[in-house]
């Protein structure tokens, strides 16, 4: 599997942006307060996903959704994610 693109379609300071990430090896890097954390957060939530069940989650939960909750629109966060997925050399069953 490879991480082709994220899109924070409302994460944290990104509202429409994308990041392309080549093929390889990415690097994100930039000065404090740039956004790496936040793209590597919207990479980790679009592609694990989160919690969606009954009830309060816990702190840690609690705190990833007030960390990148959208400066802007309605507090609700998006991310997608394209993955690619290598099955050359793999026999995939019937």
């Not at 009830?55 to 998006?78: I, L, N, Q, S």
Request: aromatic fraction near 6%; proline fraction near 4%; hydrophobic fraction near 40%.
């Amino acid at each position: 599997m490879r991480i082709e693109r994220v899109t924070a379609i409302a994460f944290g300071p990104f509202s429409g942006e994308s990041l392309e990430l080549a093929p390889g090896l990415t690097v994100i890097s930039g000065p404090n307060e740039a956004g790496k954390s936040s793209w590597h957060a919207a990479i980790r939530a679009g592609v694990c996903g989160v919690r969606r069940g009954r009830g309060a989650g816990t702190k840690v939960e609690a705190a990833f959704e007030e960390r990148h909750r959208p400066w802007d629109g309605d507090g609700r966060w998006a991310v997608e994610v394209r993955l690619a997925l290598d099955v050359s050399g793999h026999r995939l069953a019937r």
